[in-house]
């Protein structure tokens, strides 16, 4: 049975619901558009992966952040390719750690410069490892700085990113480390105003993983201001 828009915007949640899965992948780009957030909700898990590419890209932010977590995981990696940047800042922080992490790669650089600092702080070591080269490049210091150690760690060995990169995403951090004094040598531990040498041995392992000898981390440590 074919629906006109104003018959799917008229529908209860209930009756969303009980749509089938070829009902849903028929819905239309203005259909979806005339959604109500509680009707967009009410879509079931295992129907969502049929809406057609057009149809979620005709979603809001609004509607898109009425998703549950489970529905956002569901997302097929073409979906999510197709999220604009003004889409992505309806996600929810529990949304974003739902998505998987090879769909999370499929997101344009673009939307994922859109993320704003809780969204950025939500993502996971796993995910953030997960991101292509150009994904991490692409953040902005802002960005970076709203990560926890683990996940700049997890970016700077990303397969591809390079040891200027590396650097780049280290140094973006320092807002956020309280580091001992430049002339401790490499792997003497040294207590810190923010709870000891944990951060300082991140920085230094990321960038030895990297290929970094100890001479070279040694610069790059010592850029870092006190």
């Not at 992966?49 to 609004?62: E, F």
């Not at 097929?76 to 739902?98: F, M």
């Not at 001992?180 to 993983?209: E, W």
Request: glycine share 6%; hydrophobic share 45%; charged share 15%.
């Amino acid at each position: 049975v074919a629906f006109s828009s104003t018959q799917v915007q008229a529908m209860g949640t209930d009756d969303v619901a009980a749509l089938t899965t070829a009902q849903v992948a028929a819905l239309s780009s203005t259909q979806v558009t005339g959604l109500t957030t509680e009707q967009v909700a009410a879509i079931e898990t295992g129907d969502i992966a049929a809406l057609n590419v057009a149809a979620v890209r005709a979603l809001s932010s609004l509607q898109i952040g009425a998703l549950s977590s489970d529905a956002v995981a569901a997302l097929t990696t073409g979906q999510v390719a197709s999220l604009s940047s003004t889409q992505v800042t309806g996600l929810t922080t529990e949304q974003i750690v739902a998505l998987e992490t090879t769909d999370l790669r499929v997101l344009s650089t673009a939307a994922l410069r859109n993320f704003n600092t809780e969204q950025v702080e939500a993502l996971t070591s796993d995910q953030t490892a997960a991101l292509t080269t150009a994904q991490v490049v692409a953040f902005s210091s802002t960005q970076v700085q709203a990560m926890g150690t683990d996940d700049v760690a997890a970016l700077c060995l990303v397969p591809g990113v390079g040891k200027k990169t590396a650097a780049r995403l280290l140094i973006e951090l320092k807002s956020r480390l309280a580091l001992p004094d430049h002339d401790v040598p490499a792997g003497v531990a040294s207590p810190s105003a923010a709870g000891g040498p944990t951060v300082r041995s991140d920085v230094r392992d990321a960038l030895s993983a990297l290929g970094y000898g100890s001479d070279e981390i040694g610069r790059a440590l010592a850029e870092l201001p006190d």
